[in-house]
């Protein structure tokens, strides 16, 4: 049984920084390329950050770039996500799973970020 549990959300200033951890179980982590997603309240998920299965390459969206950093650690099972300078539109729920969209797993509770003064 596929498992996705996000952690590491909370509130935050603006220019802050927090560092997501996905944990994952249940199928070959090494061997998907991941990413972690972004759902602000009343909008759909995006993409904001993605892996290759060796952390080869890395690619983020345009509104997180030289920001946030994307990592993994295949012997764990675990990605990553480092965000620095913190954003109000930074605010949502944030997902991981795979990065290609006929791979996907079932989605996990995710990890709710508010960037708030």
């Known amino acids: 049984q596929v498992q996705l549990v996000e952690s590491g959300g909370g509130l935050v200033q603006p220019g802050g920084s927090l560092r997501l951890s996905c944990a994952t179980s249940?199928?070959?982590?090494?061997?998907?390329?991941m990413g972690w997603y972004r759902q602000a309240a009343g909008s759909e998920r995006e993409l904001v950050a993605r892996?290759?299965?060796?952390?080869?390459?890395?690619t983020y969206a345009d509104s997180v770039q030289g920001r946030f950093t994307i990592s993994r650690d295949n012997a764990k099972s675990t990605m990553y996500l480092q965000m620095n300078s913190l954003k109000p539109e930074d605010t949502g729920v944030y997902y991981c799973?795979?990065?290609?969209?006929?791979?996907?797993?079932?989605w996990g509770m995710g990890t709710q970020v508010t960037v708030s003064s």
């Open positions: 799973n795979s990065a290609v969209e006929t791979q996907t797993f079932n």
């Open positions: 249940g199928f070959t982590f090494s061997s998907y390329v």
């Open positions: 892996i290759t299965t060796a952390a080869y390459r890395k």
